[in-house]
């Protein structure tokens, strides 16, 4: 049982008659797959009065970076507000009127994946109105890993706003008590979390287009500097996103004898483009993605050069330093240091 099933089992909250806010997307389901929104509608001893989005909207149709747009949802008759679009955290007025907001998100506890940053502003905007806050949790796939820099505060950024390494392994639930333990503007916040049971760890509802599986949520963290480097493609959105990279002049097997991957075995593949690809998988051992991707990274420059990585059409290393939260390792990288010494550094 997630959250949410935990909630409409024991219904001790919210108290009757209270005026419900949700943030929620397309993972946003129950048990049995009826979307969070439905389940608290339908209790007649609670209202839902607003409906709140993150990045990728609420029906989680939205491309990365897509500006969302105000909705209605037409089944429930209720306004959607966007917090991925003009506003990305409430403003007072959508806030005042209610008894709690409830928050339900997959999310994957990866520092650029934004929800992180979205519970962040919406905690910040609960706690200044005074309205109490319950986060129905769900397990992130990649719990209990911890990997990669610590944000450096001088590149704190929509896609890292958090003072966490890029891969901190925390779920939404834990996440929102680490801030109110760790934030002062959170120091009043009236937070309630309930938690998801162990058993639920292999639940899974893509929460984003880039997410079509459990694995793709996995390996999300070795591949998504792609994003900066724009001649690497990953798949996004296909069957295999972010399970693989590919460029029309990779030599895959050179470059998966230079390798030395934790966690993930490499093979050569085709990518949907026709391309020379290297496909990911688990393989259950430790995994460390962040190591991972930068032993990818070395690899990629010996062999294609540097000035692929970052001075290529379309390249944007500003970009790459605010996923990564630091510059250390873009420059390292361009300096020629090997993959040990750039994982040294954080």
């Known amino acids: 049982m997630t959250g949410i ?5 024991h219904p001790t909250l ?11 997307h397309a993972a946003s389901l129950t048990h049995d797959g009826e979307h969070t929104a439905h389940a608290l509608n339908r209790r007649p001893e609670w209202t839902l009065t607003r409906l709140f989005s993150p990045e990728h909207g609420f029906f989680s149709t939205g491309a990365a970076g897509e500006k969302i747009e105000a909705a209605h949802h037409a089944d429930l008759n209720l306004p959607i507000h966007s917090l991925y679009g003009k506003y990305r955290s409430p403003p007072p007025e959508w806030l005042e009127d209610l008894d709690l907001l409830v928050i339900d998100l997959q999310d994957l506890g990866v520092r650029c994946y934004t929800y992180a940053s979205t519970l962040q502003n919406v905690l910040h905007a609960a706690a200044e109105t005074a309205c109490p806050v319950l986060v129905l949790d769900r397990p992130t796939p990649l ?3 911890t990997d990669g820099p610590n944000l450096d505060p001088a590149l704190r950024s929509f896609v890292g706003q958090i003072p966490l390494p890029l891969v901190y392994g925390l779920s939404q639930g834990p996440l929102a008590r680490c801030l109110q333990k760790t934030d002062p503007r959170l ?3 009236h937070l309630t979390v309930i938690p998801a ?3 639920s760890e292999s639940v899974w509802y893509p929460p984003s287009p880039g997410l079509p599986s459990r694995t793709s949520a996995m390996l999300y963290p070795l591949t998504v500097w792609c994003e900066a480097i724009p001649e690497v493609s990953v798949d996004r959105g296909g069957r295999r996103s972010f399970q693989l990279w590919a460029m029309p002049d990779l030599k895959p097997e050179a470059l998966l004898n230079t390798l030395l991957l934790e966690g993930v075995n490499a093979a050569p593949a085709i990518s949907p483009e026709g391309w020379p690809a290297v496909q990911f998988t688990l393989n259950g051992q430790p995994y460390f993605p962040v190591r991972n991707a930068v032993r990818l990274l070395t690899a990629l420059r010996d062999q294609l050069g540097t000035a692929r990585l970052f001075q290529a059409e379309g390249a944007r290393p500003e970009f790459f330093d605010k996923l ?3 510059s250390e390792l873009r420059t390292a990288l361009e300096a020629g240091r090997t993959a040990e010494d750039i994982c040294a550094l954080f």
């Open 143 to 145: 719990a209990g890993i």
């Open 5 to 9: 099933d935990t909630l409409l089992a």
């Open 187 to 189: 120091q009043t916040l």
């Open 324 to 326: 990564m939260g630091t």
């Open 197 to 199: 049971d162990t058993a």
């Open 14 to 24: 919210p108290r009757p008659g209270a005026n419900i806010g949700l943030l929620a």
